[in-house]
């Protein structure tokens, strides 16, 4: 982690926008949520750093081959047409894009777990694909969408 | 009694036993769950990294699938046993009821697919069921088989309570650990319970993404477990499960010091108190199955703790 988030937070106020997007330390965030239900202002500092995670993939300026943002941009490409994600196709997938090699290290592994029937190639799809595509191409239509942070406070036991 | 099931993807793949296990103990504690016919991957949290606004909507078709399953006015319930999947759904309805924006652009699409959502459904968690609706008492008088002096490590994860903690109390939660004593073991005393598993750094399953940070965080958690002689570690997340199983040998290889430990989901270990076959609860596809002879019972070892 090159920057805290506290840092980042500071960094982000005072536009330093190629130190923010460049960090490393948004893409270590694993998203579980122990700062923001931290913070004594309730600040949802994990969608802070998914909106910095979006900024940096749209703009792309993040290390190449570096997995996180490979795995999220073909997450999405595979849901977004199948509708379901095909768990052993992804992770083929983003190993021949990321680290090929690791691929022979990992296949004991893999062959382990095929044989317990926990890996299987067969692509997983939902029937109404074509609804899905409407709808989320009637998403894309909407000018100046997308909150990115905010929320409000997600901190507390209240219900959702 | 009958709940809507959303299984999501893990459950339909490397966390088969988790779909296997759930099935079975709901089945023979009377507890139907009725999958929803098409759903969708819920986004995860790998969306949310590429564009919110469609993870949100991704969400939100389940959402409104679910609710077609049952007429209003009534709420429906939203069975998600995967921690990923919960915290998703969750985290939609929270934007949705919160942002007009939000409500206004997702509301549009849905109509677009021919849809409409009108935020009937209350997504639960199995454990929460299990602890609240159908009652840890019934649970108890279920057990044929008690698991006397089966130390378990209780292991929540952090998408189970974080940001929203619906059931339980987010810093140090109980339910699962209740179901155990319920189940005549004994679950251990551990601050781990809600620490991250590191499964999106190692994750996705199986390839690395920032594997280092994530091999740290499950040596560390599996240390602990072991320093506290737990026999077992059970998980509700089967993205926790695969991450803590399957690294084990890669932790124990990085940092000189092998940690073997059986990972198991608690509907396995719950399965097995109510004397189901093993094979109907996925264990034989576990990569390590290793709990300790339990000795014979008299007089009931199950006991419920309020």
Redesign the interface.
């Known amino acids: 982690m090159d920057y805290t988030p506290r840092r980042l937070i500071a960094m982000t106020q005072a536009g330093m926008r190629d130190e923010v997007l460049g960090s490393f330390s948004i893409?270590?965030c694993?998203?579980?949520?122990?700062c923001?239900?931290a913070c004594p202002k309730e600040i949802?500092i994990?969608d802070m750093m998914?909106?910095l995670?979006?900024t940096a993939?749209r703009e792309g300026v993040h290390p190449r081959r570096?997995?996180?943002?490979v795995?999220?941009?073909e997450?999405?490409r595979s849901?977004?047409r199948w509708?379901?994600?095909?768990?052993?196709r992804?992770?083929i997938n983003?190993?021949l894009k990321?680290?090929p090699r690791?691929l022979l290290q990992?296949y004991p592994?893999?062959e382990?777990?095929r044989r317990?029937?926990?890996?299987?190639l067969r692509r997983?799809s939902?029937?109404?694909r074509a609804?899905?595509r409407?709808?989320?191409?009637?998403?894309?239509a909407?000018p100046d969408?997308?909150?990115?942070t905010?929320?409000?406070p997600?901190?507390?036991?209240?219900?959702? | 009694m009958n709940y809507a099931y959303y299984p999501g993807?893990?459950l339909?793949?490397?966390?088969?036993?988790y779909e296997e296990s759930l099935l079975a103990v709901f089945e023979a504690l009377g507890v139907g769950l009725d999958e929803l016919d098409?759903?969708?991957?819920c986004?995860?949290?790998?969306?949310?990294?590429?564009?919110?606004?469609?993870a949100f909507?991704?969400a939100a078709?389940n959402l409104a699938l679910a609710e077609e399953t049952a007429e209003g006015p009534a709420p429906v319930d939203l069975v998600a046993p995967c921690a990923g999947c919960y915290m998703t759904l969750?985290?939609t309805?929270?934007?949705l009821?919160?942002?007009r924006?939000?409500a206004d652009?997702?509301g549009?699409?849905?109509e677009?697919?021919?849809?409409h959502y009108d935020g009937r459904v209350r997504?639960r968690h199995p454990l929460d069921v299990l602890v609240n609706d159908v009652g840890l008492e019934r649970v108890a008088d279920a057990v044929i088989r008690p698991l006397p002096g089966l130390r378990v490590a209780c292991y929540y994860g952090?998408?189970l309570v974080?940001?929203?903690?619906?059931f339980d109390?987010?810093h140090n939660p109980m339910s699962m650990d209740r179901l155990m004593t319920a189940l005549g073991a004994e679950p251990i005393d551990w601050p781990m319970k809600?620490r991250?598993c590191?499964?999106?750094?190692c994750g996705?399953?199986?390839?690395?993404?920032?594997r280092e940070?994530?091999l740290r965080?499950i040596s560390v958690l599996l240390r602990e477990a072991k320093r506290r002689d737990a026999d077992v570690l059970v998980t509700a997340c089967p993205l926790c499960q695969f991450n803590l199983e399957?690294f084990q040998e890669r932790v124990g290889r990085e940092f000189g010091e092998p940690v073997e430990l059986t990972i198991g989901l608690f509907t396995q270990v719950l399965g097995l108190a109510l004397g189901l076959d093993e094979r109907r609860l996925g264990i034989?596809?576990?990569?390590r199955w290793d709990l300790p002879e339990l000795a014979a019972i008299d007089g009931g070892g199950a006991r419920v703790c309020a």
């Open positions: 893409w270590v694993a998203g579980c949520y122990a923001t239900t949802p994990t998914y909106a995670k979006r993939i570096f997995g996180t943002p795995l999220a941009r997450f999405v849901v977004d509708g379901r994600n095909s768990e052993s992804l992770a983003l190993y990321t680290h690791l990992d592994l893999a382990r777990l317990r029937g926990r890996m299987r997983e939902i029937r109404q609804q899905l409407t709808i989320l191409r009637a998403v894309e909407v969408r997308a909150p990115t905010g929320g409000g997600t901190a507390g036991s209240e219900g959702a | 993807c893990s339909k793949g490397s966390s088969n036993s098409d759903w969708n991957c986004g995860a949290t790998a969306y949310a990294a590429v564009d919110q606004m469609k909507a991704m078709r969750l985290k309805q929270r934007y009821n919160r942002h924006a939000v652009t997702i549009g699409a849905l677009a697919g021919g849809l997504v952090c998408l974080r940001p929203f903690a619906t109390d987010q809600t991250c590191g499964g999106s750094c996705g399953p199986l390839v690395g993404t920032i940070a994530g965080l399957c034989h596809r576990m990569l």
